[in-house]
């Protein structure tokens, strides 16, 4: 494993107050951060106990060479899989059609891992750091209002929380956002879902048909007609994490729901035959209705110092597995910025700053996802022989169809350094600036 030595946070000469609304790995990361870069951070959560919904996550190297700068690294490489390529199976698999190496090659390349962690411990590490830190955490804390003029965020039960920004990192459905945009945004059906499920190793292993999946850690894909699949092993090697990602069936107003032991195997019952047996092994499995957001203009508020950050701003189809990745990203640049602040009449700039230095960049993730989408789930026909014919393309060229092999778009995601960028970011505010 590759552990920083040089520490890439600036640290303040003029710690403010922070309040971060929302404890999922967007807030807490946040926190960590400008705690890092010398700030006092206070984080609002409604839910009463801490934790993540949900299975496995990958960790790119775009995030991991962060998560090494806000000292998380070693307790999330103890409890991840280093998975060593990507492949992808066409959805009878009987065709590899495209792989990337992952392990050692993004350490070689972009100086951080990928890793594969399951949520829970992924979330459990950010909260231990970030209380080890001094972080606050408040539970139960959900927050409806905010005083735009005093920067007060307020509880239904009258509590209030006034400092000197506020961070909202409150997720797709936002209530931060509807504020400052004046008007309700809920989050909109994408017309997808997915199926999650986490199986034993030691079960799979007496299946020999799918020694492919336990023998090493990869990422697996099968690319099929409306429906994609995606399997990765957890914890490491002992747990398999499988996605499956499909047309929305649930009933409307439904979000998850359990599914039928036959919804899996009658899916997938003229694909490669060696999924039966996977499908044999998942006792338990439910699913959730993919839902998103609209591109906001900005997210930054007029006047007051509130920004918002992660899914509360930049939401995405899970197809490019960085989701939670972005928001980390977002963390590490209000770190970079803040860590620089000399004066609380920059504050405001700085926000602006941060919305400029990250919305085109999410924008194109956001984009790349929903693309994904029209890549995997092609039918069999003319597209998907073309389709299939990029993939073969050795070695790979911009426009792989193969995301994360395409040369030019692997560079813009994993080659990406969020702390050089609010360097750069800073230095141009204040010459821009320099009254400010
Ligand atoms: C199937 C699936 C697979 C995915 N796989 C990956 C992957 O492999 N890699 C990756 O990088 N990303 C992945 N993602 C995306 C990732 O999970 C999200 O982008 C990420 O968790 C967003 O983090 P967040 O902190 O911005 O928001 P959230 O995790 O939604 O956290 C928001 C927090 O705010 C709290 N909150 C909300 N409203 C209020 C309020 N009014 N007051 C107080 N608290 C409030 C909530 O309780 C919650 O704790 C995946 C997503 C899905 C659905």
Same mark, same amino acid.
């Given at each position: 494993?590759?552990?920083?030595?040089? +520490?890439?946070?600036?640290?303040?000469?003029?710690?403010?107050?922070?309040?971060?609304?929302?404890?999922?790995?967007?807030?807490?990361?946040?926190?960590?951060?400008?705690?890092?870069?010398? /700030?006092?951070?206070?984080?609002l959560?409604?839910?009463? @106990?801490?934790? @993540?919904?949900?299975?496995?996550?990958?960790?790119?190297?775009?995030?991991?060479?962060?998560?090494?700068?806000?000292? &998380?690294?070693?307790?999330?490489?103890?409890? +991840?899989?280093?998975? @060593?390529?990507?492949?992808? %199976?066409?959805?009878?698999?009987?065709?590899?059609l495209?792989?990337?190496?992952?392990?050692?090659?993004? &350490?070689?390349?972009?100086g951080?891992?990928? %890793?594969?962690?399951?949520?829970?411990? %992924?979330?459990?590490?950010?909260?231990?750091?970030?209380?080890e830190?001094?972080?606050?955490?408040?539970l139960?804390? /959900?927050?409806?209002?905010?005083?735009?003029?005093?920067?007060?965020?307020?509880?239904?039960?009258?509590?209030?929380?006034?400092?000197?920004? &506020?961070?909202?990192?409150?997720?797709?459905?936002?209530?931060?956002? +509807?504020?400052?945009?004046?008007?309700?945004?809920?989050? /909109?059906?994408?017309?997808?879902?997915a199926?999650?499920?986490?199986?034993?190793?030691?079960?799979m292993?007496?299946?020999?048909?799918?020694?492919?999946?336990?023998?090493?850690?990869?990422?697996?894909f %099968?690319?099929? =007609?409306?429906?994609?699949?995606?399997?990765?092993?957890?914890?490491?090697?002992?747990?398999?994490n499988?996605?499956?990602?499909?047309?929305?069936?649930?009933?409307?107003?439904?979000?998850v729901?359990?599914?039928?032991?036959?919804?899996?195997?009658?899916?997938?019952?003229?694909?490669d035959?060696?999924?039966?047996s996977?499908?044999?092994?998942?006792?338990?499995?439910?699913?959730?209705?993919?839902?998103?957001?609209?591109?906001?203009?900005?997210?930054?508020?007029?006047?007051?110092?509130? !920004?918002?950050?992660?899914?509360?701003?930049?939401?995405?189809?899970?197809?490019?597995?960085?989701?939670?990745?972005?928001?980390?990203?977002?963390? !590490?640049?209000?770190?970079?910025?803040?860590?620089?602040?000399?004066?609380?009449?920059?504050?405001?700039?700085?926000?602006?700053?941060?919305?400029?230095?990250?919305?085109?960049?999410?924008?194109?993730?956001?984009?790349?996802?929903t693309?994904?989408?029209?890549?995997?789930?092609?039918?069999?026909?003319?597209?998907?022989?073309?389709?299939?014919?990029?993939?073969?393309?050795?070695?790979p060229?911009?426009?792989?169809?193969?995301?994360?092999?395409?040369?030019?778009?692997?560079?813009?995601?994993?080659?990406?350094?969020?702390?050089?960028?609010?360097?750069?970011?800073?230095? @141009?505010?204040?010459?821009?600036? =320099?009254?400010?």
């Amino acid at each position: 494993m590759t552990t920083s030595q040089d +520490s890439k946070i600036v640290k303040t000469s003029l710690p403010l107050t922070f309040t971060v609304v929302g404890a999922g790995l967007g807030g807490v990361a946040a926190a960590i951060g400008l705690t890092l870069a010398g /700030h006092k951070v206070t984080v609002l959560e409604q839910a009463i @106990e801490l934790g @993540e919904v949900g299975a496995g996550i990958q960790i790119p190297p775009n995030s991991s060479i962060i998560l090494d700068q806000f000292g &998380v690294k070693e307790a999330i490489a103890k409890v +991840s899989t280093l998975p @060593e390529k990507l492949r992808f %199976f066409n959805w009878k698999g009987t065709k590899t059609l495209s792989t990337q190496d992952l392990y050692p090659y993004t &350490v070689e390349k972009y100086g951080g891992e990928y %890793f594969h962690i399951h949520r829970a411990d %992924f979330h459990r590490i950010l909260v231990t750091r970030a209380r080890e830190l001094g972080v606050e955490i408040i539970l139960g804390c /959900h927050i409806d209002k905010v005083d735009f003029e005093t920067n007060t965020c307020y509880t239904p039960d009258g509590r209030s929380f006034t400092s000197d920004v &506020v961070i909202a990192a409150d997720g797709l459905k936002s209530k931060i956002r +509807s504020l400052i945009l004046n008007k309700d945004d809920p989050a /909109h059906d994408t017309g997808d879902l997915a199926y999650r499920a986490l199986i034993k190793v030691s079960e799979m292993r007496k299946y020999k048909e799918l020694k492919f999946i336990y023998e090493k850690p990869n990422i697996t894909f %099968f690319w099929g =007609p409306d429906i994609h699949i995606v399997i990765y092993l957890l914890q490491g090697g002992e747990t398999c994490n499988v996605v499956v990602l499909s047309p929305d069936t649930l009933p409307a107003g439904v979000n998850v729901q359990n599914a039928l032991d036959t919804e899996l195997p009658e899916m997938f019952k003229d694909w490669d035959p060696r999924l039966k047996s996977l499908w044999a092994l998942v006792h338990e499995t439910s699913k959730w209705r993919l839902q998103n957001s609209r591109e906001m203009d900005t997210w930054v508020h007029d006047t007051a110092n509130i !920004a918002l950050m992660g899914d509360a701003c930049h939401a995405t189809l899970p197809y490019l597995a960085q989701g939670a990745a972005q928001a980390v990203e977002d963390a !590490a640049c209000l770190t970079g910025l803040f860590g620089r602040i000399q004066k609380k009449s920059q504050i405001h700039a700085t926000l602006q700053k941060f919305e400029e230095l990250r919305k085109a960049r999410t924008t194109r993730v956001v984009q790349g996802s929903t693309n994904c989408r029209n890549v995997y789930h092609c039918h069999d026909g003319p597209e998907q022989v073309k389709r299939d014919a990029l993939c073969a393309l050795n070695p790979p060229q911009e426009g792989c169809p193969n995301p994360w092999a395409d040369p030019v778009f692997q560079k813009f995601l994993f080659g990406y350094d969020a702390f050089a960028e609010a360097e750069s970011g800073w230095a @141009e505010l204040t010459a821009v600036s =320099p009254s400010l």
